[in-house]
């Protein structure tokens, strides 16, 4: 990969692991476009659209979104013209199934790195708990919180040993300050897309 080449990436890691808040910070650094199933879904229950109207009970009770519809998705994302040249997936994705779709969506290239955001249930539980006191998200009450975590270890999990085979994860302690973290994650990212010192102190000096 050379400087003016940029990546194809994802982000993932369970409910709550700070990748929403992650992914805006790697796409800036990486300038590529971030795209987030997640806000995919939240805008168009938001608008009111046929989108909408059909995840919004999924989402608020924090099963996934089935396969066929969130493929179909990205696909449309995917092949948007900001996305051409590089990415960052952040919560797709989130099932083999969905593996499987990205995988021809490609098209024979390969995702660049897999950012693998590492947090403990009690940890993530917090945060959102938290959150739900912020924001007011429906998906963000105790019980549906405590599901999206048990929807992770059972169908989002074994992705993590599938990109490790490929030799593309890149794994990140996500506890601690959002600067810590995002520092992990450039330091990890640099390394494994073979970025030179400068290039990476560039990005991180914001030049
Ligand atoms: P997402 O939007 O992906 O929701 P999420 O997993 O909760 O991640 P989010 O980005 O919100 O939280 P983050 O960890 O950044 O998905 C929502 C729903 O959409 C899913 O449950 C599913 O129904 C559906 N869906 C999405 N993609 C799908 C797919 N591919 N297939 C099927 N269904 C799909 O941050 C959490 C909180 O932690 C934030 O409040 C943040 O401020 C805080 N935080 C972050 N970093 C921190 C740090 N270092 N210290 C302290 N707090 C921190």
Redesign the pocket.
Known sequence: MTETDSARLLII???????????SRIAERYDVPAI????I??ANIKGGTELGKQ?QQ??ES??????SL?NEI?ADRLAQEDAARGFLL??????VD?VHALDGMLDGRSLDAVIL?EADTDA?VA??M??AE??G?A?DTEEVIRH?QE??AEQTAPLVELFSKRGILVSVD?????E??ADRISDGLDAKLGLGTEVGANAKAGR
């Not at 890691?13 to 990748?19: C, L, N, T």
């Not at 987030?36 to 806000?39: K, M, R």
């Not at 924090?62 to 396969?67: A, F, Q, T, Y």
């Open positions: 890691g369970p409910p709550g692991a700070g990748k929403g808040t992650q992914a987030s199933t997640g806000d879904f939240r995840v999924i989402i924090g099963e996934l979104v089935p396969d969130t990205v952040d919560g797709y994705p989130r099932t969905q955001l993530v945060r959102l938290k959150r912020l924001e998200r998906d999206r929807v992770y996500g506890l601690g300050t959002v810590e973290v």
